[in-house]
């Protein structure tokens, strides 16, 4: 059999575009389908202008294939159908699979609506071979565990779902170069890391898999237990990428990277032994607030780590409850103080919308965060993703009522649903309203110093921090317009985030703050007077 995977696009652009998240998911599964000899190629379309109709048509005039294999690192159900309709307008033989969080979620309305040949449920590596040998020796379907597909009659049919991947060292290494990671990296700007380094060389690297948190907005497609890779195989596969790839950064993209704190300390003494030419590796985690401290946060820092990720959500007690996140105020708080002390950068973000949120614990949130935040927290509204508790919610209470329209049309957008128990849809939209203004009033924007071009569309930028007042040249900066333009970066010496903006940029949001301040004080006068004739 000749099999082709395909690298869907993850922005919605007919451009070539290499400022995406690299798919670490099919990049095990074409490591897991080359190890067992299957004639594999792959395309990225991501690397490529044009249509996808028209790339793919390309690609089948200079051969054909058997099989098709995809899948999508997020909720790309627009994406996904283009690339299907594609391959069956060549031809209707030719074996669609396709796997990904959607997929397994919504296992059912896909497998009904996209029109593939077959569904790959949660972790694939084991499953995808199964299934491969089955289509190509014509071997029961039934007997390959987490898979759905249409019988002959077009009936469903859902095999016994997979046990999970215990020992991930089993696991080969990720095969990035197939997906043509080299061109990838060689393409990478100043803005890929935050602006930590002008040119990153950043390899992402999945050191565990699953969560044991049930967080109400967070999908389990892959499940809750909570599974491990080995330090000696993770820094296996670290040494020799490094070298191969000349990498100077680490992506580290577990949900619970810092668990097992003992582990953590371990990795850190590991990791400072790698380099890069001689220079330090610089890498990323994600931490949890209530198991934090100083040391931890200088320990990482020794060993080269500047970024931290947290996940915060709200300041309201109630809240956290209601979304079941293990952790309090005080924590986060703490957390906050400690990252900022330490020098560390920091993402995370305050998601509002929650079925407990009310005026009251909004505003709580918010006043916290425009008094202690300094600018360095996202504000979001929580999204009901397929395979959430909160989305089986909305569609229970009608607030999604066609599954389907909304996971085509709606889900690739920011969506301000009144998801709460206690608002009406009018407060929903004053507190959008609100979360907008603050975006613009406390999110530190600065105008360069100066801005130089150095070839199509990169610039060089010199910024002052608004925070430690340091002079900083941004190199390899990708901007389309520099007219009209806005980039989040992250100072080089005390790792606070803040945004370089054009003038008209930051006249725009200036203008609109303006605004904002007069139609609150005409709402506030226009109030005061109907109270006053009553």
């Not at 796997?99 to 449920?121: A, I, N, P, Q």
């Not at 220079?279 to 946060?297: A, K």
Request: proline content about 3%.
């Amino acid at each position: 059999m000749k099999i082709l995977l395909i690298v869907p696009r993850y922005n919605f652009t007919n451009k070539v575009d290499y400022q995406y998240v690299f798919p670490l998911g099919l990049a095990y599964i074409t490591a897991v389908v080359k190890k067992e000899g299957y004639d594999l190629e792959c395309i990225n379309l991501n690397h490529f202008s044009g249509t996808i109709e028209s790339i793919i048509n390309d690609k089948f005039k200079e051969k054909q294939y058997d099989i098709v294999l995809t899948g999508h690192i997020g909720v790309g159900y627009e994406i996904i159908e283009k690339i299907i309709k594609s391959i069956k307008s060549i031809s209707s033989d030719i074996k669609i699979i396709v796997g990904g969080s959607l997929v397994t979620c919504e296992k059912e309305l896909m497998l009904e609506s996209l029109g593939h040949d077959f569904s790959v449920l949660g972790e694939g590596e084991k499953t995808i071979i199964e299934l491969l040998d089955s289509i190509q020796n014509k071997k029961p379907l039934e007997n390959v565990n987490g898979i759905g597909y249409k019988d002959n009659s077009g009936k469903l049919i859902f095999t016994k779902p997979r046990d999970l991947i215990l020992d991930l060292d089993s696991l080969p290494f990720p095969d990035f170069e197939s997906l043509d990671y080299l061109k990838y990296l060689d393409n990478q700007t100043s803005s890929s890391n935050y602006f930590i380094t002008d040119y990153p060389r950043a390899y992402p690297i999945i050191c565990s898999r699953g969560c044991p948190n049930q967080c109400t907005f967070c999908y389990h497609s892959i499940g809750f237990r909570y599974r491990m890779r080995s330090l000696d195989n993770i820094f296996s596969e670290l040494s020799i990428v490094i070298k191969k790839y000349n990498i100077n950064s680490i992506e580290i993209n577990d949900d619970l990277f810092s668990l097992n704190r003992a582990r953590l300390y371990e990795f850190c003494n590991r990791i400072k032994s790698l380099s890069n030419n001689g220079e330090p590796i610089t890498w990323s985690c994600q931490l949890m607030v209530n198991n934090l401290d100083i040391e931890l946060l200088k320990t990482l820092k020794d060993a080269g780590c500047n970024v931290v990720s947290f996940g915060f959500e709200s300041y309201n007690k109630d809240v956290l409850k209601s979304m079941k996140k293990p952790i309090t105020p005080e924590q986060i708080d703490h957390a906050i103080k400690l990252s900022m002390e330490a020098n560390m950068g920091i993402q995370g973000n305050f998601i509002f919308g929650d079925v407990a949120e009310t005026k009251e614990t909004a505003k709580e949130t918010l006043d916290y965060w425009k008094k202690e935040c300094k600018g360095q927290l996202r504000l979001l509204f929580i999204q009901p993703y397929p395979g959430s508790e909160i989305y089986n919610m909305c569609i229970k209470k009608g607030i999604i009522k066609d599954k389907l329209d909304f996971i085509k049309n709606h889900m690739n957008h920011i969506n301000w649903f009144n998801m709460t128990s206690n608002m009406t849809d009018q407060e929903v939209m004053d507190l959008k309203k609100e979360i907008l203004r603050l975006r613009t009033k406390y999110y530190p924007y600065v105008i360069p110093s100066s801005l130089t071009k150095i070839k199509d569309n990169r610039y060089s930028i010199n910024s002052t921090c608004p925070y430690c007042k340091t002079l900083t040249s941004y190199k390899n900066c990708a901007i389309e317009n520099k007219i009209h333009y806005n980039l989040g970066v992250t100072c080089r010496k005390c790792f606070m985030r803040y945004f370089i903006v054009s003038r008209i940029s930051k006249f725009e949001m200036d203008y609109y703050n303006e605004l904002e301040f007069l139609r609150k004080n005409y709402l506030f006068i226009r109030d005061k007077l109907r109270k006053t004739k009553m």
